[in-house]
C-alpha cells in the first residue's frame, strides 16, 4: 500500500479491523515517512487535555432543562397557555375561546418554524436531497415505504422549476416528503404532509423569519412550499404546480 | 404534573433517564460549534426540547449520537440564520475542504512535530475553535464526545469515509496550528 494519512488515523483511533490494522501496521513498519506521522499523532492526541477541554454544562442550564422536560409531550400547547396566563390556574371552560385562539396561533408558528428550519438544514452541503434525480418516475417511487403517502411530484423543468429530487424530512415530529426545486440559484423545498394545518385549497403566501412561505391543501394532504425566492415567481411555482397536477393524473 | 397523564409522565422519565446524562457532551458541542456560551446554552436548551418531543419516534440503538445530530441542526439552523444566507455557509464549508484539500497533498510533516510542547487548556480551546467549521465539529464528536467513526457519520449525515478525510484533515491542521502557536510564545 502506498502513504495514506487517513489510515494512519483510522489506526491510531482503532477502527481498522484486525486484516487491515496489520497491513497498515505492515505498511507503517517499512517507512520511514509513516513512521513520523504516527508518532507525531499520538504525541497530538496525548497532548490534548481532553478533560480540560470539555466543558460541564452550567448548573443554571441544567435546572432550566430539568423544569422544562417533564411536561408531557402533547403539551407544547399547555406550556403556551402556561405563559399566557401566567400560572395557569385558570378555568379552562372559561378560557376556551381565547385558548382555542393561542393554540392554533401556536401550533401553526411552530409548523412553520419547522418547516423554515428544515429548509435551512436542506441547504447545508449534502443535505438537499436524498434522492437526487430530475426525474420524477425516480423520486415519485422513492418515497414508496418511506412515507404513508403518495406525494404529487410533477416535473416542472419546461417551465422554469427545475426538479432535484426528493428528501424525507421531519416536520412537527411527523414524516413529510421534501420535493426540491431549483429557479436559478434558488432552491425550494416543497413539503407534503398530514396534519400540518393548512385549511384552503387556495395557495396563500405568508413571509416567515425572512424567507416565503406558500402553503395550500389538495387531497388530503398539506403542501408547503418554502424559499428564498421572490414572492412572485413563487406563486407562480404554486399555480404551476396546481394546474399540472390537477391537469395529469400522476 | 397533573395525574391524568401517567403514560406522558413515563415518557418523560424515560427520557430523562436516557437523555440527562449526556447533557455535558451536547453542551461541549455547542460550545465548540458556536463559539458562545449564551448561544450555547439557548441551542442545548432547544436541542432537547426537540429531543424529548420526538422522543417518540427514536427507534433505539445509542441515544448520544441521536442527541448531537438533534443539537447539530438547532446550531447549524442558528448559525444560518446569523448569517443572511445559508448558501454562503455551505460555499464557505466547501471552499474551506477544498482549499485544505489541496494543504494536505503536499503536508509534510515536519520531524519536531513529535515534541508538541504543552499548551494550556485556554489555549488549546482557542486552537481548536479556530479549525474550519466542519473539521471542528469532527474533531470534536470523535475527541471530546467519544464517538466512533460510523456515530460521526450519523450525527453529521455523510459517508464514513468524508468523516474520515476529515478527521485527518483537523487533526493535521490543529497540529499545524499548535506548532505556529509555539513558535510565536
Redesign the interface.
Known sequence: MSCDDVLIHALIDGELDAGHARTVEAHIAGCARCTRQVAAYRALRQALPVRELRYAAPASLRARIERTVPVPARTDRRTLLKGFFAGGAVSALAAASVAFVVIRQGRDDVILGEAISAHLRSLQADHLTDVPSTDRHTVKPWFNGRIDLAPPVIDLTGQGFTLVGGRLDFIDGKPAAAIVYRRRVHVINLFVGQGLGVRTRAPRLEVVQGFNVLRWNEGGLDLLAVSDLNRDELEEFGAKFIAAGRGATS | ?APD?KD??G???R??TA??PY??D???LA?YLLRDPHD??DA??EC??RA??????FRGGAIKPWLLAILR?VC??EY??RHA???M??DE??AAEDCAQGIWQEA??S?E????R??D?AS??RL?ADLPP?FRETLVL???NDL??REIAEVI??PVGTV??R??RA??L??AA?LAEEKET
Request: hydrophobic share 50%; charged share 20%; no cysteine.
Open positions: 404534573m397523564v406522558d409522565d415518557a418523560a422519565q427520557f430523562r437523555a440527562l447533557l455535558d451536547v453542551y461541549t460550545r450555547a446554552d442545548v436548551q432537547f426540547l424529548f418531543r420526538h422522543f417518540a419516534t441542526n447549524r439552523a444560518a440564520r444566507s445559508a448558501f455557509q455551505s464549508d466547501n509534510a510533516p520531524p512535530a513529535e515534541t508538541l504543552h499548551l487548556a488549546v480551546q481548536i466542519l470523535r475527541e471530546f466512533s467513526y449525515g455523510a474520515m478525510s478527521l485527518a487533526r493535521a490543529l497540529q499548535w
